[in-house]
């Protein structure tokens, strides 16, 4: 699991340094985005677009004092604070070949 959590973080270091090729090469090619306030994305393709089109500095993300990855359910969990709408919670999800296969954005912890 200690890859998986690598892989997470380093998928949300890759969109927060601008490296958009290289969060976009951890994708699987069925990949499901899902962001209630830019709504869900499926494909690799409609992905990678969905991501190069975010403002820079993530939107208000650098505000987000992030807590460190935990496993939880063969899935990686992400909580950060500091969001005027309380924590944001990341789940990010992975198919048997290891590859990102669903990044679900929400509230809560």
Known sequence: MADRIQAARSYLEFQRDGKI???VALL???VV????????????????Q?????P????GAGNITWREP????????IVGDGSP?????????FNDADQISKVDVGLGS
């Not at 962001?35 to 690799?44: A, E, H, L, S, Y």
């Not at 820079?56 to 939107?59: D, E, I, K, N």
């Not at 935990?70 to 969990?77: L, Q, S, Y």
Request: cysteine-free.
């Open 70 to 77: 935990v496993e939880e359910d063969g899935n990686v969990k």
């Open 85 to 93: 709408f309380g924590p944001i919670r990341i789940l990010v999800s």
């Open 56 to 59: 820079a500095g993530g939107g």
């Open 28 to 30: 699987a090619d069925d």
């Open 21 to 23: 090729d290289e969060a």
């Open 33 to 48: 985005l899902s962001n209630p306030m830019t709504g869900t994305v499926t494909g690799k393709a409609a992905a990678e």
């Open 50 to 54: 969905s991501i190069r089109s975010r």
